[in-house]
Each structure stands twice: as structure tokens, then as C-alpha cells.
């Protein structure tokens, strides 16, 4: 299988576990272009309708509420979820998407475009 379009895997920071085995469609941006707020570049948000399958795992083991995430290999955490309070951005434009990962615990490829300008 070609897998030219690959935008490269989202990495375990510590253990360099493979997460995401595609960033492409799967990771979304927060808010305008505009927006300061440090939500943009501190957390890689995730579209939820197309969660990896260890994501979507947990996420029904807590039923959709909320819960941490961690690295299956390691154990180290990762991320969070939260379907239940509909966070909002720092700015206020915009709801948060619910599922994130913290851009300090995890390797991201360095094709992705202009995230964390
Ligand atoms: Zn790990
Ligand atoms: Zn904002």
C-alpha cells in the first residue's frame, strides 16, 4: 500500500510509541488564524469523527463524559477528553473540540501545516 500522502506518525514523546499512524484528517485546528490564545499551539486537537481506534476506546469505556489519556505502551499521559463541558477557547470565539493531546507530550511531524506558528 503507498501511503505517499502520509503527513508522518504522531509519536509517544517518551517511549516513541506510534498514536496516530496519520496526522491527515485527523488532527483539527482550534480557532481563527487570529487568536493568541495558547490553546492553539499547547494542545494538537483532534476531529472527533475520526478518532484512532485506542482514542475511541477509551472515550466509550467512559461513555462519552470525560477521562485522561494515556500511552498504552508507557503509560505516560497524553491527553485528555472531555464531551462534557464544551470548553471554550481563552478568546471565547469558539468551543473546544472535546478530544486533545498535549503538544509537549508527543511528537509531532514536522510537515504539518503552519499548526503551531
Ligand atoms: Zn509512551
Ligand atoms: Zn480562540
Known sequence: MPNDRRTGNVKCHK???????????????????????????NFVYLVEDNLPAWIKQKVEEEQWTKGKLHCESCKSKLGSFDFVSGRKCDCGDSVLPPVYL??????????????YK
Open 102 to 115: 498535549v503538544t509537549s507530550q508527543v511528537d509531532i511531524p514536522i510537515s504539518l501545516p503552519n499548526l
Open 15 to 41: 517511549c516513541r510509541h506510534i498514536l496516530l499512524e496519520d496526522m491527515n484528517g485527523t488532527y483539527t485546528s482550534v480557532c481563527s488564524k487570529s487568536c493568541a490564545s495558547n490553546n492553539n499551539k
